[in-house]
């Protein structure tokens, strides 16, 4: 999905990016934007990390994506207390047979060019990123379905007695399972079905869900590796961000719980609120700190650098 909707978008979204990285005000809002249709949060830090070490960012000018990616991935657990899952196999089906007709109609067509072969490019990698929608929403089914067994297993049971004691054994796990499998949603969305049916305290559910936000970091920091200094503020800025906001919240998790049941009775709809409320307000109390005018200089600093590089000949 992820691929698909890049190259779809790819060459204009870098222009986006110029364009609306201004102040750290409207690289949120646009980071916001992005992520949420691109459903991850990792591939919006690790693009910007690679636009950063290319100097075709500053690092003053990524502090406002890095926020807003926190936001925009809140989407996808959301549609996720949707309960929308059922839909994962027909929409499959569509998106799939909406990309056959598209590459079928375009060996077809007589001429290589024209309107009507400009449409089905779009066609074909719409349809791409549908089916890879749909898939997540299969999988999430799967993942939800396996309390009963992690319970049968004694694992539900170990954590719940190391949790009575410290809900950062929460935490923890969440950003354990988080950094294995690389995806912050996919542990919420396992921790949805398991509080769901009853199997996970909502605390717990709760920790779990701040944990997972640390976890998701690891990508990041692996993305950076080898890059630019500037490249590496990026991800230590994330991991910061995020780590700072799990150690704010962990000690408010009564009052997250309460927040969440106000807008949802639902058990389940109200983790998916819980880590909407976490990331949107941990963006917020962060973007005054993005004003700064050391990062500026940072920014600037870097770009010095890059221009006194010698340009290489071929």
């Not at 691929?3 to 110029?18: C, D, R, S, V, Y």
Request: glycine share 10%; aromatic share 6%.
């Amino acid at each position: 999905m992820e691929t698909a909707l890049q190259a779809w978008a790819g060459p204009k979204l870098i222009k986006l990016l110029h364009a609306s990285t201004r102040t750290p005000w409207t690289g949120l809002l646009t980071s916001t934007g992005v992520t949420a249709v691109l459903q991850s949060s990792t591939a919006m830090t690790v693009m910007t990390i690679g636009l950063v070490n290319a100097g075709l960012l500053s690092y003053a000018q990524s502090l406002g994506i890095i926020l807003g990616g926190n936001i925009g991935t809140c989407l996808t657990t959301e549609l996720i207390a949707l309960d929308i899952s059922g839909l994962g196999i027909p929409l499959f089906l569509l998106s799939l047979l909406l990309w056959a007709t598209a590459v079928m109609g375009e060996e077809l067509l007589p001429i290589k060019s024209g309107r009507l072969y400009n449409l089905l490019r779009p066609v074909q990698l719409g349809s791409l990123a549908t089916g890879g929608f749909s898939l997540i929403m299969i999988a999430i089914r799967w993942m939800q379905s396996i309390g009963p067994a992690l319970e049968a297993r004694g694992i539900i049971g170990w954590l719940l007695g190391h949790a009575a004691d410290s809900l950062l054994w929460g935490a923890a796990a969440g950003a354990i399972l988080t950094a294995l499998v690389h995806s912050s949603a996919a542990v919420i969305a396992m921790t949805m079905g398991l509080v769901g049916t009853g199997v996970l305290p909502i605390e717990l559910g709760i920790a779990m869900v701040i944990g997972s936000n640390v976890g998701t970091c690891l990508t990041a920091w692996i993305a950076s590796i080898g890059g630019t200094k500037s490249g590496k503020f990026v991800a230590w800025s994330h991991i910061i961000l995020n780590v700072l906001g799990a150690l704010l919240f962990l000690p408010f998790i009564p009052l997250l719980q309460t927040a969440a049941a106000w807008l949802s009775s639902d058990p389940s709809t109200q983790i998916a609120h819980t880590q909407t409320i976490f990331n949107v307000t941990c963006s917020l109390l962060a973007l005054p700190v993005c004003y700064l005018p050391l990062w500026s200089r940072m920014g600037n600093s870097q770009m010095d650098h890059m221009s006194t590089i010698p340009p290489t000949t071929h």
